[in-house]
């Protein structure tokens, strides 16, 4: 079975890393896999080490992007595309028309288009596809709720929940006691939450806690206001010595390794990367009760979960963290063993395999 991966941009971001962690297993796949990107990115090296079936094919000229992409399709004998976003799903329909070639979508967002020009993107691309996956339950149930799917539709839908190479994680290194160090790892945007986490993080401060805490995450040009909020809270309230802000870091897995915990706060999440890299990491795991942080750790199992928003709850659960700490971090070791056969790459990589199988039958 030969696969075609079919994605727009390379640098990083949580489907990026996804795929490229996908295509690193090179021989070790059920399948043959290809790969076409259609901008650059800071990732791309990695890419064209991960595979040598990697190729950028620039789609500025439309037309000619479909004519190249159709003759890539035509001699690799590829059977099916898997695209990431509903725009690739349109060109590789364009692109293979006429080919019997089946089309597979990852759905990697959380919103969906409701009016205009890009709704009506979203639906078309939707109908093409042969298979549309979503990266939790409750990310598919929002989008049948958006677009009031009928039973029928709902048959194209499939849930495989994202996958982690575990291999680059080691367990927590540190052996615990004197000053904390703690983490969060995610980009300065909306979506996210940085500022509840500082305002817990000066109510900390305030009741005597010795910390360390490392904000892990690029400063978004569209949304400044998300880092520059953040900062500024941390300088009036005197936390410049034990709140860092690191930008963006090339070994995530590295710097879990010298955490001993892990605070998470988000408004809008499809499936929560950072958080599962967290808990395999053996940390003791802060995360806000959204229902896909629910899904994601078996309800609370696997991380403490505190209500969003709810800045004394999550200061209430952490006192106790650190009240008793030799539990939690027995119990967070446990957890990691777990996380890592449910979300491990090879299982995602399975559970597409087997989407592929099954697409065979449509129509």
């Not at 021989?27 to 901008?39: H, M, Q």
């Not at 996210?192 to 995450?217: I, P």
């Not at 996380?339 to 395999?353: A, D, G, P």
Request: net charge neutral.
């Amino acid at each position: 079975m030969k696969v075609l991966y079919l994605i727009g941009g390379l640098n990083t971001g949580g489907k990026e890393r996804l795929l490229l962690d996908v295509l690193q297993l090179q021989d070790g796949l059920p399948f043959e896999a290809f790969c076409i990107y259609r901008k650059s990115g800071n990732l791309e090296k990695q890419f064209r080490n991960a595979s040598r079936n990697t190729f950028h094919l620039p789609s500025r000229n439309v037309v000619g992007f479909l004519l190249r992409l159709r003759r890539i399709i035509k001699r690799g004998g590829i059977r099916l595309v898997h695209a990431q976003s509903s725009f690739d799903s349109l060109l590789a329909a364009a692109a293979s028309l006429g080919m019997g070639v089946r089309i597979v979508q990852t759905v990697h967002s959380y919103e969906f288009a409701r009016t205009g020009w890009s709704s009506l993107l979203d639906r078309m691309a939707f109908r093409l596809c042969d298979r549309v996956v979503f990266v939790s339950r409750q990310q598919l149930n929002h989008y049948a709720s958006v677009y009031h799917l009928s039973p029928n539709q709902r048959e194209k839908q499939a849930v495989v929940y994202n996958g982690i190479d575990f291999s680059r994680f080691g367990l927590r290194a540190r052996a615990g006691g004197g000053r904390l160090n703690m983490a969060m790892v995610g980009n300065f945007v909306p979506e996210k939450d940085q500022y509840f986490v500082c305002r817990f993080l000066e109510r900390l401060h305030s009741s005597g806690v010795d910390f360390d805490f490392y904000f892990v995450g690029a400063r978004n040009g569209n949304h400044p206001e998300c880092y520059d909020r953040a900062v500024a809270f941390c300088e009036q309230h005197g936390l410049n010595d034990c709140v860092h802000f690191l930008g963006g870091c090339d070994d995530v897995p590295g710097l879990l390794g010298r955490m001993d915990a892990f605070v998470y706060s988000s408004m809008s999440e499809t499936f929560g990367i950072a958080v599962v890299e967290a808990i395999a990491t053996g940390l003791p795991t802060f995360v806000n009760d959204l229902d896909v942080f629910c899904e994601i750790t078996q309800q609370g199992k696997w991380a403490v979960l505190y209500r969003s928003g709810d800045l004394d709850d999550l200061c209430n659960r952490f006192a106790d963290f650190i009240n008793d700490s030799d539990a939690y971090y027995a119990s967070a070791k446990e957890n990691a063993l777990e996380v890592r056969n449910l979300y491990s790459i090879n299982t995602h990589v399975e559970n597409l395999k087997n989407i592929y199988l099954q697409n065979s039958l449509i129509r």
